[in-house]
């Protein structure tokens, strides 16, 4: 179902020092897009796994 919230990675730790490489974190399915937060984001909106996300461009308009 294509823009559903599959997962979530929350509370990723920065590169350690001298490190330039992030945490990485794997989907728990094959996905086309990735929404990046600042922490906290998704328990302050209460996002849930299988909801619907719709991206908007810098007009307003919903990208497909």
């Known amino acids: 179902q294509k823009n559903r919230i599959v997962g ?6 920065t590169p350690p020092e001298g490190s330039s490489y992030p945490e990485v974190s794997y989907p728990p399915e094959k ?7 600042r922490a906290g984001t998704v328990k302050e909106y209460g996002f ?3 909801e619907e996300v ?3 461009d810098m007009r307003g308009e919903v990208v497909q």
């Open 31 to 37: 996905i086309d897009r990735v929404l990046e937060l």
């Open 48 to 50: 849930l796994v299988g």
């Open 8 to 13: 979530f990675a929350e509370y990723l730790s």
């Open 54 to 56: 719709h991206f908007v």
